[in-house]
Structures are given as structure tokens and as C-alpha cells.
């Protein structure tokens, strides 16, 4: 009878025990289902997470730029092994001249009433302002002291030395402003295609350049030859000599101290020309104007070709321009050819222009500030 009793007592138990530990089991597994469930979820929402981070450095580190080719690597492998790197300038002949002056347009655009400041007035503007020349080839630094006109009196001025002053004067920081943007975007340009992958504002900008620099389908390498600086004393010398040293009446009555031609549009027509001729002189509303269709016109049309590509030749080989070499590549300048290259070259040295080749103008913007 006791031990009935205990086998059904431990019978009891065992049936306990096993009810237990399936409920035990049982709760375990939703512990664990439940577990997972979590754990898959999380891992789910963390891939979506970072898959755009993953995704643009698998872009950056391993795709090709939809822009840009750098050659670098190989071009240093080359040295390495002894070879020769060859540098072909070659650039697009094609022009679109569509678009071509549209930001010189936009310098057209501005009021009426610019004030033309007298020769006296300007002398004495200069001398409160420190902005002298004798000083400028010994420091380099040039104030942006930015001229809109020319003075009338500056034929009046008997001086040579005199009226020469003056003219650079009012020339040099046109020319080195002008040459400062250009640099500001050439920077841009390199630090655009060192990248792999170029963001739509930086895509939008290069379309932009193509089209001010006459570039077509969509050639870099012609936009980098055309994108770049005049030296200084080149850009002096041909004014002086387009201008009479800003005595003439193109300069006087229309801004021109380039003597560019056109044969549409507004400008001046010379005086004893042919009634059949059809061309004139381009008239600019403000010099600074003029200074950039100058330098718009040297980087893009086909006649200065050879003269970009010599530029280019010169950058690379000793980081600086040689004036007196790249005026044998204007002939086409002017009708007289090589005989207006000697005279260029006669006024750079005549008047030690090529100190002011390296001459840089004080920033007025923190652009400009990031690029001194």
C-alpha cells in the first residue's frame, strides 16, 4: 500500500516535471523566435542604413569619373622605368563662338553714368593711395585701384615718362584682375577633374566654361589649354600699341585698348576707311570690358593656336611665361605680322614691362584672398 502510494506520488511528479519542462522548451523557442526576429530586423534597417555610404565608396574607390581621366599614376610609372613622357598640346579646332562673350555682355551691363575721372584727379588719386609703379617692380604687390575710363587729358600730357605712367596705371590692374579670375577658375578646374566622381553643380560649371571658351564636344583638354593667363607685360605692350598709350580715339571713345575688330554690332569705325569695308572697332562700355574680350579673344580664336600651345609648353617647363618668346606667335594680330611682333617686343623692353609679370594685385574678396 506505501509503496502504491509512492509510485503513483513519483509518477506524479515525473508527469510534472515533463509538463515543465515542455512549457519551459516551449518558451524558450518563442524567446528564441522572438530573438532572431529582432535581430534580423536590425540588421535589415542597419544595411539600408549604410548602404548609400557603402554605395558611394565602392563609386569613389572603384568606379571610373564620368568626367575626368587622370594619368598621373602611369605618368609616374613611366619616370620611374626610364621612359619619356610625351606631351602632346593639342587642341579641338572646331569654335563655338555661341556663348562665347555672354560674361562680357553681362560687364556691358552696368549704369550710364561711370564717372570719367580727370588725369589730375586720377594723379593725385594714385599718389594718396601709394600706388606707384617704381614701387610695384620692387614689392610685386599692385592695389586694386580699378579705372573705368580713361581720362581725356591724357593725350594733353606732354611728358612721354608721364603719359606712360599713367597708362600702366590704369591698365595693370585691370590686366591682373582679369588674369586672377582666370587662375581662380583654372584652380577650380584641376581640383574638379584630381576627383573621381564630380557633384551636378561642378558638372554645370565645366558646361558653363565649355561654352565660354568655345569648346566643343566637350573636349578637356582644349579647355585647359584655353584657360589660362596673359602674361602681363604682353597684354601692356599690346595695348600701348593698339592705343597710342590710350591717346587714341578707339580707346578714348570706346574703351577698345585692344583695336579688336568686328563686323557686327556696335563700334567705331576707323576714319579713312574704305566705304566697301564692312569692319569695326569693338566699343566697350568700360575698360575692364575690353581687357576681358582681349583675353578671350587670344584664348580661343584659331590664329593664336601655336601662341597657346607655346603657353602651355611654357607653364609645364618653367612654371612661368617668356612675353618676349610667345609675341613671335601674334603676327596675326595685326595686317603688318612680324614687323607688329618686333614692335611689341621694342615696348616690353623699352619700358621693362616684364617686371610686372609677376606683379600681384591686393584681393578684394576672400576668393581672391584664397588664391594669393
Known amino acids: 500500500m506505501i ?3 509512492f ?3 513519483n509518477l506524479h511528479k515525473l508527469f510534472s516535471y515533463k509538463k ?19 535581430l534580423s530586423s536590425s540588421l535589415l534597417v542597419l544595411f539600408f542604413y549604410f548602404l548609400p555610404t557603402f554605395s558611394n565608396f565602392i563609386d569613389k574607390n572603384f568606379h571610373k569619373s564620368e568626367v575626368v581621366q587622370n594619368n598621373s599614376k602611369s605618368d609616374f610609372n613611366k619616370v620611374l622605368e626610364g621612359k619619356e613622357i610625351k606631351k602632346e598640346y593639342q587642341e579641338n579646332e572646331e569654335l563655338n563662338v555661341k556663348n562665347l562673350y555672354d560674361d562680357i555682355i553681362d560687364i556691358q551691363d552696368i549704369p550710364s553714368d561711370v564717372v570719367r575721372l580727370s588725369a589730375p584727379i586720377l594723379e593725385e588719386l594714385f599718389k594718396d593711395t601709394k ?3 617704381q614701387k610695384i617692380r620692387k614689392n610685386k604687390i599692385v592695389k586694386p585701384v580699378i579705372i573705368s575710363l580713361l581720362p581725356n587729358e591724357i593725350k594733353k600730357i606732354e611728358n612721354t615718362k608721364k603719359r606712360k ?18 587662375k581662380i577658375d583654372r584652380t577650380k578646374l584641376f581640383s574638379i577633374l584630381n576627383k573621381n566622381i564630380n557633384t551636378d553643380v561642378e558638372k554645370r560649371w565645366i558646361k558653363k566654361k565649355f561654352k565660354q571658351y568655345g569648346v566643343v564636344n566637350k573636349d578637356l583638354s582644349t579647355l585647359k589649354i584655353r584657360m589660362d593667363m596673359v602674361p602681363v607685360s604682353l597684354a601692356i605692350a599690346q595695348s600701348a600699341k593698339e592705343t597710342g598709350w590710350g591717346t587714341s580715339r578707339f580707346a578714348l571713345e570706346g574703351n577698345a585698348l585692344f583695336g579688336q575688330w568686328t563686323w557686327e554690332g556696335e563700334g567705331i569705325k576707323p576714319l579713312g576707311a574704305d566705304n566697301n569695308s564692312k569692319h569695326k572697332v569693338m566699343k566697350f562700355k568700360v575698360l575692364k570690358a575690353s581687357v576681358r574680350a582681349y583675353i578671350r579673344n587670344l584664348n580661343t580664336h584659331r590664329s593664336y593656336k601655336s601662341f597657346r600651345r607655346v603657353r602651355a609648353e611654357q607653364r609645364d617647363n618653367f612654371q612661368k611665361f617668356n ?5 613671335n606667335h601674334l603676327d596675326k594680330y595685326a595686317e603688318t605680322g612680324k614687323e607688329y611682333v618686333k614692335i611689341l617686343k ?5 619700358n621693362l614691362l616684364t617686371d610686372f609679370d ?3 594685385i591686393l584681393p578684394t574678396t576672400t576668393q581672391l584672398k584664397s588664391s594669393i
Open 3 to 5: 509503496l502504491r502510494k
Open 7 to 9: 509510485n503513483i506520488k
Open 20 to 38: 515543465r519542462t515542455e512549457t519551459f522548451k516551449k518558451k524558450k523557442s518563442n524567446f528564441l523566435s522572438f530573438y532572431y526576429t529582432i
Open 131 to 133: 600706388y606707384n609703379l
Open 165 to 182: 605712367n599713367l597708362f600702366i596705371q590704369i591698365v595693370l590692374p585691370l590686366i591682373l584682375e582679369e588674369n586672377e579670375r582666370i
Open 323 to 327: 612675353s618676349l618668346e610667345l609675341a
Open 346 to 350: 621694342q615696348i616690353i623692353k623699352q
Open 358 to 360: 609677376d606683379a600681384k
